[in-house]
């Protein structure tokens, strides 16, 4: 089993910067690969960005590229998600999420198998 747990979240002004981070516990080494989704009110849960628990790849929604960054510090066994130049339509629920090496794509939801609470994230004027 594989604990996550989410923090980070909170209001900010458009244009402004987050950094969400994601604690990993438990059977870490079963973990082939690490993602942030978010969930907007009304909306789908939707892919943002995808690390590669091995070879470090990097993968990111066309909406968030160039704006975000996946990255992860092995000593703390946590993944961050750094959010800069956040826009309105950046306002979601964000879940971070891991899965063990399986089928199923690294951008869907249901490849993945094990998701922490979530953290809120608002940005507003």
């Known amino acids: 089993q594989v604990q996550l747990a989410e923090s980070g979240g909170g209001l900010v002004q458009p244009g402004g910067s987050l950094r969400l981070s994601c604690a990993v516990s438990?059977?870490?080494?079963?973990?082939?690969?690490m993602a942030w989704f978010r969930q907007a009110p009304g909306k789908e849960r939707e892919f943002v960005a995808t690390l590669g628990w091995g070879p470090f790849i990097r993968s990111y929604a066309d909406s968030v590229k160039g704006r975000f960054t996946i990255s992860r510090d092995d000593a703390k066994n946590t993944v961050y998600l750094q959010m800069n130049s956040l826009k309105l339509e950046d306002t979601a629920v964000y879940y971070c999420?891991?899965?063990?090496?399986?089928?199923?794509?690294?951008?869907?939801?249901?490849?993945?198998?094990?998701w922490g609470q979530g953290t809120q994230v608002t940005v507003s004027s």
């Open positions: 999420a891991a899965r063990g090496d399986r089928s199923g794509s690294y951008y869907q939801s249901p490849s993945y198998d094990y």
């Open positions: 438990g059977s870490i080494a079963n973990i082939n690969a």
